[in-house]
């Protein structure tokens, strides 16, 4: 593995990816290739720009943070990709490159200047990761859609709330980050087998697709039983008690995974002979009692406050949180101690980031650079290419 002695691992050095991509779930997985050492280099258009410069308040400088959170570590050039000049130059780049990160709009004129059909024939070493809403096939296939679209049409929105309560969409914009997260996975897979190989493929997902695939438990409950799930608040579906609780104070969660640990969360209450209550003695027997089970551990937990159940059921090994948060999290030692939290230098001052949340061989990749102005390296960077006819 590559090491820089400024930036910490660099496994994927030497790679170089044209960033095509807009909004988030193409950013976020190509800023994942540039903290892991990857050359990245997002085109952008001359006017404007990627849109999520513009979604603010907040701005850092020019910059919405939405924008400055996905896209470190990058430089940023301007084309017109519908002028024969900007095509002719990135498909110069692309001559370099290893991989090309796009999310073009279904049936838009750019998904048909840049096919992966022609793209794979004219640069067949490359890997084209192409991220949908919907995915290339199906009646769906050629509907566009930004994250929440996909939580709905996924299903996430359904099982997010309380029981009998509007739907809620997640915290984070799991659809985007998760279609990210996966198309990170296939290239380098396609990576890996272009190394046997000597060349590359066309790798697809959708935030459809990737929403599926995170249900998870969800969908095994329901082809076993082909019942209906619904919304649980923060409880589980095959776990009790795992939730959140009201103390006297405000809310914390346990998380209680097997028996054992029921034992421990009884005895941690002063509770023990809820141990050996038979609507209570297994995990089974808890979910099928789930309404009583609240009953008397809202009763319980009501009588004290958050900070002393976390430290009691700590001290009995049970696990336990109290819902922190953001500002208490970044400032938490825990979260200094991992070095999640890093700084870049950018035009406006240090700008802080959140980590690369792996680590190689004890080591973090470092943060390498600030989010680039809008077209800061585009002399820099197509200067070779400006002067090369085809």
Request: proline residues 7%; glycine residues 10%; hydrophobic residues 40%.
């Amino acid at each position: 593995m590559t090491e820089n002695p400024i930036t910490g691992p660099a496994p994927l050095a030497g790679v170089k990816v044209v960033d095509l991509s807009k909004i988030l779930a193409g950013p976020y997985a190509t800023m994942s290739f540039a903290d892991l050492g990857a050359e990245v280099t997002k085109v952008e258009h001359p006017e404007g720009g990627d849109p999520t410069r513009m979604w603010g308040p907040p701005f850092v400088g020019d910059d919405a943070t939405y924008y400055l959170a996905v896209n470190r570590g990058k430089k940023s050039v301007t084309l017109d990709l519908k002028s024969e000049e900007g095509q002719r130059i990135v498909h110069r780049m692309l001559e370099d490159a290893d991989v090309v990160v796009e999310n073009f709009k279904p049936g838009s004129g750019l998904q048909k200047i840049f096919d992966y059909r022609a793209l794979s024939e004219r640069h067949p070493h490359l890997v084209v990761l192409h991220i949908s809403a919907f995915g290339d096939e199906g009646p769906l296939s050629d509907q566009p859609g930004y994250d929440m679209v996909a939580q709905a049409a996924g299903g996430l929105m359904s099982l997010t709330g309380e029981p009998g309560g509007a739907p809620m969409k997640s915290g984070y914009a799991m659809g985007d980050l998760g279609a990210a997260l996966f198309g990170v996975i296939g290239v380098l897979a396609a990576l890996v087998e272009r190394g046997r190989t000597g060349r590359g493929q066309y790798v697809t997902t959708s935030l459809f697709e990737c929403q599926l695939a995170m249900h998870v438990n969800w969908a095994t409950n329901y082809f076993a039983t082909k019942q209906r799930p619904h919304a649980l608040g923060s409880a589980h579906p095959n776990l009790a008690p795992y939730q959140a609780y009201p103390a006297s104070d405000g809310y914390f969660v346990v998380a209680v995974g097997n028996d054992s640990l029921w034992d421990d969360l009884c005895t941690a209450m002063g509770r023990a002979e809820l141990a050996t209550d038979p609507r209570f003695l297994r995990n089974r027997d808890r979910i099928e009692h789930r309404d009583d089970l609240e009953q008397v551990l809202t009763e319980v937990f009501a009588a004290n406050t958050v900070e002393y159940w976390c430290r009691v059921l700590e001290e009995h090994a049970v696990p336990v949180s109290p819902i922190r948060h953001l500002d208490e999290i970044y400032d938490d030692p825990h979260t200094a101690a991992i070095g999640m939290i890093g700084t870049v230098d950018h035009a406006s001052g240090p700008l802080e980031q959140i980590a690369f949340p792996v680590n190689f061989g004890g080591a973090r990749p470092r943060l390498r650079s600030a989010p680039p102005a809008h077209g800061e390296h585009t002399d820099d960077v197509l200067e070779k290419y400006r002067a090369v006819s085809v």
